[in-house]
């Protein structure tokens, strides 16, 4: 009855009814082999990387690793890596590393996803490659996800004043929250420019991408100091405020404007981030790219990335040379 419930996960259609709480022992496997983990100071996971190439090349989501400084990484046997950074794509929140000294690593094997349709399975690896993978099925159908605007989780007085926007409000764990900001602190400059219009604060912060680090000027009882503040998208900031995110683990820091996406249910985290999707053949299928809410984790099609991954790589081993004259 066992080897039959497995041949039928393997190769017969892909039902939701009856799943395993893990994937099969080969498939996991194949998803720990791959996956770099990234950490934060005190070893707190950051986000996940998927290994593209035996020399230390991969990926991971761009808005959850700004800097590499600050950050740890780790091999799929543990040891720590030294770390450069390549090429960071804003259109799909892509950012592409190299482990440095580095050779004969497990990279994956990528697959088409236009095949995969609503209810088949799907896993992915989780806590950085520490647990067993997860499985999860595609759970809509594969489409855009428009762009909404960046926010920092304030709110702020509809009053002009000369002496700053005043705050009157400020979300629980927000990027201003965790920058420091409090109720009644006093916005003087916004990324350079003087803000003395709640308008203008709005203007220069939606008008960012989400990921981006902006540096915020604020008086406290009369006290000038300067805070740097991580953009998230609306969406996320949104959902803290309004309680959506109960009980979800949190939810990442873009959540919007991609050029395509799959969609699952696979039960995973922010930091799972930048980890591969597996097909149950162990094959990679896509990148996680955003966990929307509880049930929702949003993955980049490998059609949409990866060609131009492989162009990036190329480019990197092979700069151009200076033209003497």
Not at 55 to 78: H, I, M, Q, R, W
Not at 142 to 162: F, H, L, N, V, Y
Request: proline residues 7%; positive net charge.
């Amino acid at each position: 009855m066992k080897r039959a419930l497995v041949f039928c996960l393997l190769h017969g259609p892909l039902l939701r009814a009856g799943a395993p709480a893990t994937a099969p022992p080969d498939a996991r496997q194949t998803v720990a082999a791959s996956v770099i983990r990234i950490e934060k100071p005190a070893g707190k996971l950051a986000a996940t990387g998927v290994i593209v190439t035996p020399d230390g090349y991969f990926l991971t989501k761009a808005s959850e690793v700004p800097k590499l400084a600050g950050s740890s990484f780790f091999l799929p046997d543990g040891k720590p890596a030294r770390v450069r950074e390549v090429r960071r794509d804003s259109r799909t929140d892509v950012l592409l590393l190299q482990c440095s000294g580095v050779n004969g690593l497990a990279a994956v094997k990528w697959s088409e996803s236009k095949s995969l349709a609503p209810g088949q399975w799907l896993l992915a690896p989780r806590q950085g490659g520490r647990e067993d993978a997860r499985l999860g099925v595609m759970s809509a159908r594969r489409r855009e996800i428009k762009g909404g605007s960046a926010a920092i989780g304030i709110r702020m007085a509809d009053q002009d004043s000369p002496e700053g926007v005043r705050i009157i409000g400020v979300a629980e764990d927000s990027p201003a929250a965790a920058a420091g900001l409090k109720e009644n602190d006093r916005l003087i400059s916004i990324a350079g420019e003087a803000v003395k219009k709640y308008t203008v604060a709005h203007e220069l912060i939606s008008s960012r991408e989400p990921g981006d680090e902006i540096e915020i000027e604020y008086k406290r009882g009369g006290k000038l100091t300067k805070c740097s503040v991580r953009l998230a998208s609306r969406n996320r900031v949104l959902s803290n405020w309004t309680g959506e995110d109960y009980a979800n683990g949190g939810i990442s820091i873009r959540t919007d404007n991609f050029p395509e996406i799959i969609q699952h249910d696979i039960p995973l985290g922010p930091a799972d981030m930048g980890g591969p999707v597996f097909n149950l053949l162990g094959q990679a299928v896509a990148l996680n790219i955003a966990r929307v809410d509880r049930v929702t984790t949003f993955a980049l099609p490998m059609e949409v990335f990866w060609p131009g991954v492989q162009q990036w790589i190329e480019d990197d081993r092979h700069p151009p040379k200076a033209v003497v004259k």
